[in-house]
């Protein structure tokens, strides 16, 4: 059996641009179309500077919607394909090169470099980041030109993506590290309880704050 490429990963952010209406809507109420923009885009802004301080073979933003200045010199962007987000995922591994890659969301502003370490070092040939709501934080594949179709098909945006996907994974024969469960930001609870675990200086723990209480 071959073993699986080892090395720094190719990091990737998959992302919408955030405009008011058309980002984080379920945190609408309380806050407004506006505010919930804000707190998307300080959330992102934070997920892209944790992953500046990551070792990375490359950094990619794959964006619907345009790069604005919250963008922070280092990535290459790239444009979303059509389909489902299982189908966006599945195309995003396709543009990758040989080797580890990792692909999170812009919904982790709690996301610290540590947390994505072994990935693409320790052997296996998946990293799956299960989220508290029953989906998915991060995948990874060590070959992700091969494995990363395994996503394809995956129904998203229910309490058993993260179930169905890892044993996706694990079906397919792929060794898989578990990394630590995270909150995804979708609701006013939400938003608090990540701001809360924030590390120091984020973005979106201040963006928060200015915005005041979280029930009006």
């Known amino acids: 059996m071959t073993a699986p490429p080892t090395g720094p990963a190719t990091l990737l952010v998959i992302a919408k641009e955030p405009l008011p209406g058309r980002v984080k809507t379920r945190l609408t109420p309380p806050y407004t179309p506006q505010e919930a923009a804000v707190l998307a885009e300080a959330s992102l802004t934070d997920t892209l ?104 098909g995956v129904a998203m945006s229910t309490g058993r993506t993260g179930a169905v996907q890892r044993l996706r994974l694990t079906r397919a024969g792929l060794t898989v590290r578990d990394l630590p469960v995270l909150r995804d930001i979708d609701t ?17 723990a201040a963006a928060l704050a200015s915005l005041g209480q979280t029930t009006r």
Do not use: K, Y
Request: hydrophobic share 40%; net charge negative; aromatic share 6%.
């Open 188 to 204: 006013a609870a939400d938003a608090a309880e990540v701001a809360g675990v924030c590390p120091p200086g984020s973005r979106f």
């Open 49 to 152: 500077h944790a992953l500046l301080r990551t070792p990375a073979r490359r950094r990619v933003l794959v964006l619907d919607g345009r790069p604005g200045p919250w963008l922070p010199p280092g990535f290459d962007v790239v444009p979303q394909g059509p389909g489902g987000l299982d189908e966006r995922i599945a195309g995003a591994f396709a543009r990758c090169d040989d080797g580890p890659a990792l692909l999170v969301g812009m919904d982790t502003p709690q996301l610290t470099p540590d947390l994505l370490l072994p990935v693409g070092r320790d052997g296996h040939d998946a990293w799956f980041g299960p989220a508290a709501d029953g989906g998915f934080w991060a995948l990874g594949l060590a070959d992700p030109a091969r494995n990363g179709s395994l996503v394809r």
